[in-house]
């Protein structure tokens, strides 16, 4: 009779070692399981939804002030080889896109006026780049301007 009480104690020990081991078993596949998807869904995310990266901005040297008299522009190309204009009106430098914000045809400086005029379809912006007149939904593109010491003129320009 002992044999067989002995007998049941140790199936009961051996039962509940074993489910024991296929408790800390599961558990263990649950927490594998749980880092890689969870791993999976950051990079999906991250992928899905991208991080803004800063805007970088690069200055451009254009020329100096003694190249650029009142009611002067002086034409150069950003860093993608568009064509943009520097002016210099009664207001300061300004510098401005080419590039109608219409159908994107050139622009073009009216000293005589203080306006920039775009042929293709009559358009009229102001010394500023805002619309005056025509189709253009929105104003010219514009870029900041700095002088330094030595009267060199630069223009800040987004890097792409």
Known sequence: MESRLEANVTDKKESNDVDRRSFFKRVLMGLGLSAGY???AVYFLNFIIPRKKPIKYRKLLVGSLEELPRGGSITFKDLDGRENV????DAGLKAMSTTCTHLGCKVYWEPNNDRFFCPCH????DVNGNVVSGPPPR???KYEVEVDENENVYVMLKES
Not at 86 to 89: K, Y
Not at 122 to 125: G, I, R, T
């Open 122 to 125: 009559n358009a009229v912006f």
């Open 139 to 141: 104003p010219l593109d």
């Open 86 to 89: 520097l002016v210099n009106t």
């Open 38 to 40: 969870g791993t999976g």
